[in-house]
């Protein structure tokens, strides 16, 4: 088993993990159930988009665009906790002004934008840190981008 596959293998449910498409598309999510064969998750700040990861290889394909695991290094706890309230508010939330970002989810979206792709499975892989600072703009857009 490689250390790719068995860095998958270890994925639990509840686990944040990147992922990537081939359109550059990153693609934060959480993983929800695994199956003996498959991951599944949902990515984080869209309800609606699901992807099954092969447990192998970590590829999924999503509406005919492959994507693949990109790095599933834990996050810090306090991010990780940050993420998952602006995730829940996200999905469960219609009150007007439940968008803004306060300012740790500001620092938490800046952290993971580097963070990931800092920390990736395997060196060499293309999706590479942008040099000097993100605008939360910036890291707002690059997991907010459609597959």
Not at 76 to 87: E, F, G, S, V, Y
Request: aromatic share 8%.
């Amino acid at each position: 088993m490689s250390d790719r596959e068995a860095l998958i293998r270890n994925i639990e449910a509840g686990d944040i993990f990147l992922g990537q498409s081939s359109t550059g598309a990153s693609l934060l999510c959480q993983a929800r159930t695994i199956g003996e064969t498959t991951i599944g998750a949902q990515r984080l700040f869209m309800n609606d988009v699901t992807f099954e990861f092969d447990r192998t290889t970590g590829l999924a394909d999503s509406d005919g665009v492959p994507c693949r695991i990109y790095s599933v290094a834990p996050l810090p706890p306090d991010i990780l906790q940050i993420l998952l309230a602006l995730d829940h508010r996200h999905r469960t939330s219609t009150e007007p002004g439940t968008a803004k970002l306060t300012d740790a989810e500001k620092r938490a979206l800046r952290f993971i934008y580097n963070f990931y792709r800092e920390n990736p499975i395997e060196r060499g892989t293309p999706c590479q840190p942008q040099a000097g600072e993100i605008s939360v703009v910036e890291a707002m857009l690059s997991f907010w981008r459609i597959v």
